[in-house]
């Protein structure tokens, strides 16, 4: 049928030039995937599990939808030679974590998981950019680094740019605002002992900590009302402020809140999450995708994502941890150097501390 209907003039191209691998079809590989399929980030999508039933109904689910898609082919095997030409990796494999469970607490159960996968990932995809999602993402980033024997800059974790997102969300409901108008970061582990830069918040250029000086330490109690009353010289009509109002979270009535807590709700989130339906999922997959989407069109753009931090802000431990890095073809290509406070620093200190008590004792 096939030779009757075309006349063939050349053969198919052996490798994409924008495909990527997911390896884990759970919850957040599968969001992951779907985010690049549908931000059209990548043309071939190869999945990777070691549950054969289950890998084989999720292809077929996306292929069955390819007809709504542009210029995208999906494959999966339990084989990692399907992975053979990747140009970014992506690892969501690993334990679940439970709830009310620390990230920290998950590192044993994955390591030995990522034993199996990432000599076969660069096997396959020598040339790749490794991407880690699973938790605990830091730690797992470091022994990714260890076991594929690539160079620093070819592994990324996600890190806290879904952290960022959070605090961006966060700070922009409670002033009414955009999320993308919100300029900040969160830097340090994915986890407890994130920091969040207030000395670095800005919206339109306009410094927060500028306006309240004492914004985001303990004593700190700020009407919301009055901040973005400070920041934005409101022209429409009442009744539409009143539409914008915040309808949750700290500050959502109008009462003084400690702007502290904005950064307690971003660590807390993921564990709300997973009370609430079992698992965290579509902002992380949105996250994942336009992070690869960084890499594989070479964008140089800036994210917070997890990076060996040794040498940056005093950290003497052999850790990656999210700084602001900028993301291009090659993986990370440079590393920002932030203006930190003395207490910004002495907190990522204790976050790199942290990270490596747990893993100076594994076994790679």
């Known amino acids: 049928m096939e030779q009757k209907l075309m006349d063939q003039i050349t053969g198919s191209a052996e490798a994409s030039h924008s495909k990527v691998t997911v390896v884990?079809?759970?919850?957040?590989?599968?969001?992951?995937?779907?985010?690049?399929i549908t931000q059209h980030v990548a043309s071939e999508i190869a999945l990777v599990?070691?549950?054969?039933?289950?890998?084989?109904?999720?292809?077929?689910?996306?292929?069955?939808?390819?007809?709504?898609?542009?210029?995208?082919?999906?494959?999966?095997?339990?084989?990692?030679?399907?992975?053979?030409?990747?140009?970014?990796?992506?690892?969501?494999?690993?334990?679940?974590?439970?709830?009310?469970?620390?990230?920290?607490?998950?590192?044993?159960?994955?390591?030995?998981?990522?034993?199996?996968?990432?000599?076969?990932?660069?096997?396959?995809?020598?040339?790749?950019?490794?991407m880690v999602v699973a938790n605990p993402v830091d730690i797992l980033t470091y022994v990714t680094w260890k076991l594929s024997g690539l160079p620093r800059h070819r592994i990324v974790g996600s890190g806290t740019n879904l952290d960022t997102a959070r605090f961006r969300f966060l700070i922009a409901e409670k002033l009414s605002i955009a999320p993308s108008s919100v300029h900040g970061y969160i830097i340090g582990e994915h986890g407890d002992t994130s920091v969040p830069l207030w000395s670095s918040a800005t919206v339109a250029g306009v410094s927060l900590k500028a306006l309240h000086p004492q914004l985001g330490q303990k004593s700190d109690k700020v009407d919301w009302s009055k901040v973005q009353t400070d920041?934005?010289?409101?022209?429409?009509?009442?009744?539409?402020?009143?539409?914008?109002?915040?309808?949750?979270?700290?500050?959502?009535?109008?009462?003084?809140?400690?702007?502290?807590?904005?950064?307690?709700?971003?660590?807390?989130?993921?564990?709300?999450?997973?009370?609430?339906?079992?698992?965290?999922?579509?902002?992380?997959?949105?996250?994942?995708?336009?992070?690869?989407?960084?890499?594989?069109?070479?964008?140089h753009t800036v994210y917070a994502v997890s990076t060996l931090a040794r040498g940056y802000h005093g950290i003497n431990e052999e850790v990656f941890l999210s700084l602001p890095c900028v993301l291009m073809q090659e993986g990370v290509g440079s590393v920002i150097k932030q203006v930190l406070t003395e207490d910004e620093k002495k907190q990522l200190q204790k976050s790199a501390a942290a990270l490596w008590d747990i893993q100076k004792d594994l076994d790679l």
């Open 24 to 36: 884990g079809v759970g919850q957040v590989g599968m969001a992951c995937a779907f985010s690049l």
């Open 49 to 130: 599990d070691v549950v054969e039933d289950k890998l084989k109904g999720e292809v077929m689910d996306l292929q069955h939808g390819l007809a709504f898609l542009r210029g995208v082919t999906i494959k999966g095997d339990k084989d990692y030679s399907v992975t053979a030409g990747s140009k970014v990796c992506i690892i969501s494999a690993g334990a679940r974590q439970k709830d009310g469970e620390s990230r920290l607490n998950l590192v044993k159960r994955n390591v030995a998981i990522f034993k199996s996968i990432v000599p076969q990932l660069v096997k396959y995809s020598p040339g790749a950019v490794l």
């Open 231 to 299: 920041l934005i010289d409101a022209t429409a009509p009442r009744s539409v402020a009143k539409l914008t109002k915040p309808t949750s979270g700290a500050g959502a009535d109008g009462s003084q809140h400690n702007w502290e807590d904005i950064h307690k709700e971003v660590v807390n989130s993921a564990y709300n999450i997973i009370k609430l339906k079992g698992y965290t999922s579509w902002a992380i997959g949105l996250s994942v995708s336009t992070l690869t989407g960084a890499i594989l069109r070479n964008q």
